[in-house]
């Protein structure tokens, strides 16, 4: 590619590539053991399923094998891979990049530049972002860069934040924009908070769930007000063909999005009636995989723009606790359409292993053994 073809149309995601681990838990199940109402989980908060990892199972297998379906749907050979970098808050070390473990089972070496990024559910899109203006620049010349965003989410057991658990990893090859073009014009927001963190040398977050949503919703607040500018705001959003939010939880998404349409002076009505046409169908696999921290928007991202004609846009609104959040626009290329990477998540879906409660209880022990 020569740096003339560095333009916005020539970079985006080539290639998209997604992995789930082999378990889930009907948060009905974890309803029974937490003595509540499952209404509470399923209609209170939004939710379905939980995905789980086995205790030998995580961030670095998911990572890989996301990477291996998006490497195998490239054109490109890996010899043209330039970065490899991943977005986790599911760290296995305090130096070296989790980007190593995964580089390492791809047999990637060389001249690439491999790397970690942190910033709660925010760094997958850090490290697109990265990738995009390393693309750009002009610094990659003709590489391409592999990201990947992978993340386990256990909370402590009764923790409020337990039902929304999950566990995924997305992977994107940023390249030509066979799957969709990404504008090099985003719209960040951040304020520092303790809203999620997790103090070093601690197993899991603690979080002001409360305090977090309203983080979330002044984040999307900001971001969408920033994208409309001066235009109409009825307008700009509904001629999305889909608007993805990172999703903790379905309903905290529903609620955030009540929360922008009320600053545009919309009545509830308008606000939810683009919820249900633009937002709600893009939280299906969400749904069925819990929170997957980095990897949550990716996925929605990933099942909007599956079937999409090329030129059609979408938004997709990034938040990390802490809080850092940005919103990007995309452009599906012609490769959308086919939505190849949805393979990905029915073969999963279909192979994982239902548990039930006591399979959980048995499961979260084994868990806390090896971490203590
Ligand atoms: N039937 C239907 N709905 C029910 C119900 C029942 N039997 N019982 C409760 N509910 C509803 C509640 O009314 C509430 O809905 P509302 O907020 O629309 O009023 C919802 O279920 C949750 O109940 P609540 O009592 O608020 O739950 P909680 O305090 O136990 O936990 C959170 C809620 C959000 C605090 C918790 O899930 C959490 O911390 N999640 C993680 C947040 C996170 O990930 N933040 C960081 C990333 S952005």
Aim: net charge negative; proline share 5%.
């Amino acid at each position: 590619m020569t740096a003339d073809a560095n333009t916005f149309d020539s970079i985006g995601l080539a290639s998209i590539g997604l992995s789930l681990p082999p378990l889930a838990l009907p948060v009905e199940e974890l309803a029974k053991l937490r003595g509540q109402d499952p209404k509470k989980y399923t209609l209170g908060l939004g939710c379905q399923e939980m995905s789980l990892c086995p205790a030998d199972f995580g961030a670095v297998e998911m990572a890989v094998e996301a990477a291996r379906r998006a490497l195998g749907r490239w054109d490109g050979e890996l010899d043209r891979i330039g970065m490899i970098v991943v977005g986790t808050e599911s760290a296995i070390d305090m130096s070296r990049p989790l980007s190593a473990w995964v580089a390492d089972e791809l047999g990637l070496r060389g001249a690439v530049r491999s790397y970690e990024v942190k910033h709660a559910c925010y760094g997958g899109t850090v490290a697109l972002r990265q990738a995009l203006e390393w693309k750009l620049s002009g610094a990659a010349g003709d590489k391409a860069a592999l990201v990947i965003a992978t993340d386990v989410a256990l909370y402590a057991l009764s923790d409020p934040g337990e039902p929304t658990q999950g566990a995924g990893a997305v992977a994107m090859i940023v390249d030509q924009p066979h799957i969709a073009a990404i504008d090099p014009i985003s719209h960040p927001w951040s304020e520092p908070a303790f809203d999620f963190w997790r103090p070093v040398g601690e197993s899991f977050p603690r979080v002001d769930g409360k305090f977090s949503l309203d983080c979330y919703k002044t984040a999307a607040e900001n971001c969408f007000k920033a994208f409309v500018g001066d235009d109409n705001a009825e307008r700009k959003l509904s001629e999305l063909a889909a608007i993805c939010f990172h999703v903790p939880f379905p309903k905290m998404v529903k609620k955030a999005f009540l929360h922008v349409g009320e600053s545009f002076g919309w009545d509830f009505e308008l606000a939810n009636e683009i919820f249900s046409q633009k937002i709600d169908p893009n939280m299906g696999w969400n749904r069925q995989c819990g929170n997957a921290y980095t990897a949550s928007l990716w996925m929605s991202v990933a099942e909007a723009l599956a079937g999409l004609e090329g030129g059609q846009q979408i938004v997709a609104f990034s938040y990390g606790s802490g809080f850092g959040a940005e919103l990007l626009t995309l452009t599906a290329g012609p490769e959308a359409a086919a939505g190849t990477w949805a393979a990905d998540i029915e073969s999963d879906l279909d192979s994982r292993t239902h548990i039930d409660a006591a399979g959980y209880e048995e499961l979260r022990n084994v868990r806390l053994a090896a971490s203590a």
